[in-house]
């Protein structure tokens, strides 16, 4: 069959899952991989289901099902061991329901896989994706991969490195059987990939809307998938090697690896051993590995129970067509006495082709036999390099000290490096080499995860000590990665016999690299603009870098957005992303939430040291009507790759740009800005003010039309009408002019306000311009203490590119004080009429009112004396009888009206004296001031005016 790999929205999928059960129960609706997987599973008890269909492939998994699954499947691969000694009992798992499962439970608590640590074993819960692939990561690796944060990262990661897991991002799903079938099949050295639609891609096909083409598509006939072919081959196996107990890197022969005309695909090789030793004592069985160019596996320990080893290349090791690679496979005794006299023959009885077969095997290796003898230790230490690098530098990664206290040759040695996030060395550093005093030595490879120096042969004598320093170039420049360098091997042989020697480690060289020649930064723009304006920007970015880059795909999110559709803003086809001058279309349809612009649609370079432009451009249409928009965008390059021999994917954080408002007239009504008169009292028969406010146009010159006014003072809207009804007059004004404005007021009755049209007044661009209203009143004596306070509750304004209404969401207020309508205040005059008597006259200007006058509040003093007065101070008329007070006239007398009946009709007035009688003073010289009048209208509260009207 053909097959043809595709990328899906595997999280969509598995979301679908538990809402689409019926639709899966059927044959036909599992893959070739998942039918795969399901034979796999039965033929290693991992389920004892009868078919396919019984196994409940969608089906969510328990953790006492898994308990049985993942023990099966390790035991048979053999890739741990039992630890017979634990007992493993929950008092929440029967002896019943864990026979029902195979011991399931108790096998894979002894295993060290589940239930370590836990008081209850929750045989009923649910599997999540984080506690599955936790619990396979150990199986696999044991505890490798402990120490995440949290506790899943690195188990999930390396899972999805290795190709079997390929979802971690949702790490709270619910676990599904088949899935974990298909994973366990995956994580089989000696499993091949089906062919044909896999489990995922055929779940995407059911959720297609056209499915016979989804799945013609996924086994596209134009792709074959050719079988893979690897013969192994001896290049040299040394004789029989008598080694100490505790010898490492002992070469038991050189193989060879050579594809047929097909590439090959090699995930590991399967090596056996036979002979005498103590193979149920952890500490006395070899450790095996194979190394060769940037090549260097974890070394493992051969199982006492299989006596076998699966040495796994991680990445698996693809050989194209025809081409060969040899490798070194080594062995390694850990110093124990029960290693002694131990004999050790090795074959490789496996090579596990993941898309084929191999031919070769077994091939025998060569034979090793311990000896009492031990070979002393070597002192290697990790010394911190550079703590900080950036892509384009040059950097120490590392520094290793080695010391022996014998003379010693080192021949090579090997770092394993732990990167957080999980990243590939390979990817993040190149041209790596060995410097020992300053001069280039051996050769460096890097590999995923390791730093592989060889051929060194440094002869050293006693006591010496060398230092070799591993420097790089630096081409990562994705998010911040922190690696640490450890200690991984040392191939030193003891000088005296030739073997080599274990390790005492120490040290940690950390370093941080930082993607630092590549930056992403938006820039500001126009953040106002008129509607029907082209070429408008609603993002601009930059992105400069000091690699040559290739942008493969970009996300463009609406973060904000006040208008309904986007296509509502722009003309049609006008609105693009362009990046570094190439331009993609966007659809309304699109920016209405966040899409992608894919490797399928773009693929744009960007040169070393230049600096590209990102934008976000649209052509802005007039809509009628136009009540404004504001909106915002985020950018993100989701895929960016270098151009070199170094592809990697960048990290480039997202930028959200700044909001842009697409709106004509911006109007604001504002209080005036110039100053409203200190008195806010309207009097009959004069004209006067009534009101005052600013507009002030932003954005774009606007001209105002008409609004409308509205009374929130005391006064009823009919007798609002019958006074100012004719008289109401609108003036534009600033510092020192007042400009009437042509316009038509009139009140309209049902609205019960006054309509102002028919204007044309025009508001420059960000200016504010002042008016007031002016009125002419005739007879007001029915409002007296009541008062107008003039509200703007509607309008429009026509700007110079289109019209809009202007609502005020809570009136305005034109004044700071309702203004307040009150009798005209009486004219008062002082004026001295004898030598010690003042003549007061108050007369009533008002027409329409009559007042009543009920206290004069004056003070009278001597100009040349200024002893205590004992005389007395007298108000009287040519009528009343004389009031007088005593005391001081030069403190305030409050003097009160002779009678009630000193009333003051329509433009008349009333005339009094002030008498002065005594004998401390010198009446010729007097001098008199009327402070304060108070009086009331004949059917008003009594008021207060101050007059400071002065006689001497």
Known sequence: MKTFKKLFAYSAIFALLATMMPTYANAASYSDELTEAYGYAKNKWITTMASIDDADMYGNLTRVAMAKMVANYVLDLGLQELDTTKECKFPDVSVALDTAYDNGVTKACQLGLMGVGITKFNPNGIVTRAEFGTVLSRALWGDENNGGDPYYKKHLQALKDEGIMNMIDNPNMKEVRGYVMLMMMRADDNYAPAVGCSAEELLTCILADDYEACIAACSDEATE???????????????????????????????????????????????????????????????????????????????????????????????????????????????????????????????????????????????????????????????????????????????????????????????????????????????????????????????????????????????????????????????????????????????????????????????????????????????????????????????????????????????????????????????????????????????????????????????????????????????????????????????????????????????????????????????????????????????????RFSIKANNDTAVLKDFDLENQGSLSATDFETLFDGNLTLFKIDSDTATEVNANITFNDDEDIFEVRNMSVEIPKNKTVNFKLMASLGTIKDYHGSGVLFNITTGSVRATSSVVELTNDAPQKLSTNPYTFRATRPDITLTKHAYNMFKVVIKNVDDDVNIDVKDLEFRVRSLTKDSDFDGEVCLTDDVNQLKCNLGNPNFWKRITALTDTGTIFNNDELINYILIDGASIEPEILQAQIASLDYNETWKDLFTEKYNVAAQ
Do not use: C
Not at 237 to 246: C, G, Y
Not at 437 to 459: E, F, H
Not at 590 to 600: E, L, V, Y
């Open 225 to 691: 998938v050719l079988p893979g072919y690897v013969t192994i081959s001896k290049v040299s196996v040394p004789a029989q090697q008598d080694v100490p107990m505790n010898a490492v890197n002992v070469n038991i022969g050189r193989i060879k690896l050579t594809a047929g005309e097909n590439g090959a695909r090699v995930s590991s090789l399967e090596i056996s051993r036979d002979g005498l030793a103590d193979m149920n004592d952890p500490d006395n069985r070899p450790q095996v590995y194979v190394q060769g160019g940037n090549i260097k596996t974890t070394a493992k320990p051969v199982s006492s129970s299989t006596n076998k080893v699966i040495v796994k290349f991680s990445p698996a090791l693809d050989l194209k067509a025809g081409s060969s690679m040899e490798f070194d496979v080594m062995m390694s005794m850990d110093e124990h006495a029960n290693a002694v006299n131990s004999t050790h023959n090795f074959k490789v009885t496996a090579v596990n082709v993941a898309n084929g077969t191999a031919s070769g095997t077994p091939l025998t290796l060569g034979t090793v036999k311990t000896t009492s003898a031990q070979t002393k230790n070597v002192t290697f230490n990790v010394k911190q390099g550079d703590s900080t690098a950036k892509a384009g530098e040059n950097k120490i990664l590392a520094k290793v000290e080695i010391i022996f206290d014998h003379a010693w040759t080192l021949r090579g040695f090997s770092l394993e490096a732990d990167t957080d996030p999980a990243e590939n060395l390979y990817d993040i550093f190149a041209n790596a080499e060995a410097y020992i005093d300053g001069a280039v030595v051996g050769g460096v490879s890097l590999s995923k995860d390791k730093v592989i120096v060889s051929g060194l042969n440094t002869a050293k004598a006693k006591d010496e000590k060398v230092i070799v320093e591993i420097k790089a170039d630096v081409v990562y420049s994705k998010e911040i990665v922190d690696i640490d360098f450890d200690y991984d091997n040392v191939d030193v042989l003891e000088g005296n016999s030739g073997f080599g020697m274990n390790a005492t480690a120490g040290g940690l060289a950390e370093i941080k690299v930082h993607g630092s020649d590549i930056s992403f930064k938006k820039l500001a723009i126009e953040k106002n603009v008129l509607p029907g304006t082209s070429q408008v920007k609603l993002f601009a970015g930059e992105l400069k870098t000091a690699t040559d880059l290739t942008v493969q795909a970009v996300t463009i999110t609406p973060t904000l957005n006040t208008v309904g559709a986007f296509g509502e803003l722009y003309s049609n086809g006008s609105a693009v992303f362009k990046i570094n001058g190439e331009e993609f279309e966007i659809a309304d349809a699109d920016i209405k939430a966040p899409f992608a612009i894919s490797a399928t649609d773009m693929e744009v370079g960007i040169d070393a040291g230049t600096t590209a432009k990102i934008e976000i451009i649209i052509n802005t249409r007039v809509p009628a009507p136009l009540t404004g928009a504001t909106v915002q965008f985020e950018v993100e390059l989701v895929t960016v790759e270098n151009m070199d021999d170094h592809t990697i994917t960048y990290a480039v954080p997202a930028r959200k740009g700044d909001a842009v408002s697409i709106k004509a007239g911006d109007i604001k009504l504002n209080k005036a800005t110039i100053a409203w008169p200190a008195t806010e009292s309207l009097f009959a028969n004069k004209e006067q003010e009534v009101g």
